[in-house]
């Protein structure tokens, strides 16, 4: 189980324990979280799961592709250094805890 | 507060509506109406992820909270039987009578029939649903040989699962190649070629004409040019029909799906419609279109929610669509139909290129196949109407990417 935060937009938190092998875009769906809309169902096809990840927990996250890169430069939001696709961030048991701000538009 | 907001049909486009309009603010009642029991999910894991492993996704495009804590009423299992378009109500199959402010059609489509002998029979399959990708995943587990009817999207997924399972698939298609009018020859022939070395057997330029039953149980598929092809399972995918019929009850105009203006709304001022059943005039080439595809649902949510909250504006969303099967990935930026010129530009790895189609010489859209960053690219291209001609594309030189920067609007 790793604890994901989610502040949104307007500065609110949600706190998930995800399970390992559930990336942070499936546990937000599947929670109701609104900030992350995760159109295409993970297939890396829209950049609607679009988070920035605290630096501090960067490091401990699975690598990025080219092809994540290639879909974040089209995200609605801000591309900013420390954006990822949340459907690409999937929970190990390695990883204890993680924050994540959510943008204020994914569409 | 007002009526507020029907939304008939439960699938992405209809879901999509509700969130869209709660995201942005919207305050009034929204009430889907959905005829399966299920709550609003996923289609296109349906023919892909679902066939292979039942536990591998959740297709649920929201927990059952969520419609609670957002306020949106969701009436499943029921069916809208009329609409009373002059005094803003719908009637449902219950007996209750709803009115609305504002309605929308979000009815999209079912496989299409084949009206041939043996349909009705056990093991015979068509793949619109939860329900059906269920049966179709332990017909297809279970069986020795399947056959499917149809080498489209669904056909090829569901031929491709059934591969991964061991099971022996033959597939029978009217047309010369497979995804006829959907791809181009190039990647039709990639594919293609891809399912045969899997030991896909492809039967073209043949038609179903009967399936053969035995004890109620289907058999085997009888062909037209006298073939017979042995089946435990036969899965039909010969394409979808939009549904129309409330739009045709309610006196709205009908032309292979509901017809709509620029801005998705109906003959009626009352009423839009969006996703799989709405009929649009195509921004990008003449006459109308009908797609069927999540972004077409999602996007053309989101521009009837910008208009039922007041920010008008006319529906060009660059259309995309992906197929998965085996490990190859799909990627259409564009609506490519009608292409009469294509130019294949290689990336020099195996079963990665991509395919760039040309009407009359304008640029309709691309083909990327296991190459998200040039799908990408061809999506701004479309989308900033940024020019692009095949001889730019035959160019040894050229790269999408820069492409689509180099003439980025400042």
Redesign the interface.
């Known amino acids: 189980m790793t604890k994901v935060t989610y502040t949104d937009a307007q500065g609110q938190q949600h706190v998930l324990d995800v399970s390992a092998g559930t990336s942070i875009m499936?546990a937000a769906?599947?929670?109701?979280i609104?900030g992350i809309?995760g159109?295409?169902?993970?297939?890396?096809?829209?950049a609607t799961c679009h988070v920035y990840v605290d630096p501090r927990d960067a490091d401990r996250l699975p690598e990025m592709s080219?092809?994540e890169?290639?879909?974040l430069?089209?995200a609605v939001a801000e591309h900013r250094p420390t954006s990822r696709l949340s459907c690409q961030l999937v929970m190990s048991d390695d990883l204890e805890e993680i924050h994540v701000e959510m943008p204020s538009e994914q569409? | 507060m007002t009526a507020g907001i029907i939304i008939v049909g439960a699938g992405q486009a209809g879901h999509?509506l509700a969130?869209?309009l709660r995201?942005r603010g919207y305050a009034d009642p929204i009430t889907l109406v959905g005829d399966e029991e299920a709550l609003p999910y996923?289609r296109?894991?349906l023919s892909k992820a679902c066939l292979i492993d039942d536990g591998a996704?959740?297709?649920?495009?929201?927990?059952a909270?969520?419609y609670e804590?957002?306020d949106v009423t969701v009436l499943r299992g029921k069916t809208v039987i009329r609409v009373n378009a002059g005094e803003q109500r719908v009637e449902l199959c219950s007996g209750e009578a709803l009115p609305y402010q504002h309605l929308v059609l979000a009815t999209g489509s079912v496989p299409r029939k084949l009206a041939i002998e043996g349909v009705d029979l056990d093991g015979v399959h068509m793949l619109r649903t939860l329900e059906h990708s269920s049966a179709i995943r332990e017909g297809t587990q279970n069986a020795d040989r399947i056959a499917v009817i149809g080498a489209g999207f669904i056909g090829l997924e569901v031929a491709a699962a059934a591969r991964q399972a061991g099971t022996a698939v033959t597939v029978v298609e009217a047309q010369t190649a497979v995804m006829p009018r959907v791809v181009s020859q190039p990647m039709a022939h990639h594919f293609a070629d891809r399912h045969s070395r899997e030991g896909v057997e492809f039967v073209f330029e043949d038609v179903a004409e009967r399936l053969v039953g035995e004890n109620g149980r289907v058999v085997a598929i009888e062909t037209r040019s006298g073939r017979r092809i042995d089946a435990d399972v036969v899965v039909i995918g010969v394409g979808v029909e939009p549904r129309c019929e409330l739009a045709v009850q309610a006196g709205l105009d009908v032309d292979n799906g509901v017809v709509v203006d620029h801005r998705l709304l109906t003959s009626d001022p009352h009423i839009s419609a969006i996703g799989d059943c709405a009929s649009f005039p195509s921004p990008w080439g003449a006459g109308r279109v009908r797609l069927e595809s999540?972004?077409n649902a999602?996007d053309q949510a989101?521009c009837v929610a910008s208009r039922l909250l007041g920010d008008d504006g006319p529906y060009e969303a660059v259309p995309?669509f992906?197929t998965?099967q085996y490990d190859l990935k799909l990627?259409i930026a564009g609506d490519i139909s009608g292409h009469d010129e294509t130019i294949v530009v290689e990336t020099g790895r195996p079963d990665s290129f991509s395919v760039y189609c040309f009407a009359d010489g304008v640029f309709l859209g691309a083909e990327s196949l296991n190459q998200?960053?040039e799908?990408?690219?061809v999506?701004?291209i479309l989308k900033q109407k940024t020019a692009l001609s095949a001889d730019q594309v035959r160019d040894p030189e050229f790269s999408p990417k820069a492409h689509a920067r180099a003439e980025a609007p400042a």
């Open positions: 499936a769906v599947t929670h109701g609104d809309v159109e295409c169902g993970g297939n890396l096809m829209c080219d092809d890169e290639a879909m430069e089209d569409l | 999509a969130s869209t995201r996923q296109p894991p996704v959740s297709v649920a495009l929201g927990p909270e969520y804590t957002h999540v972004q999602v989101a995309w992906w998965d990627k998200v960053p799908h990408m690219a999506r701004r």
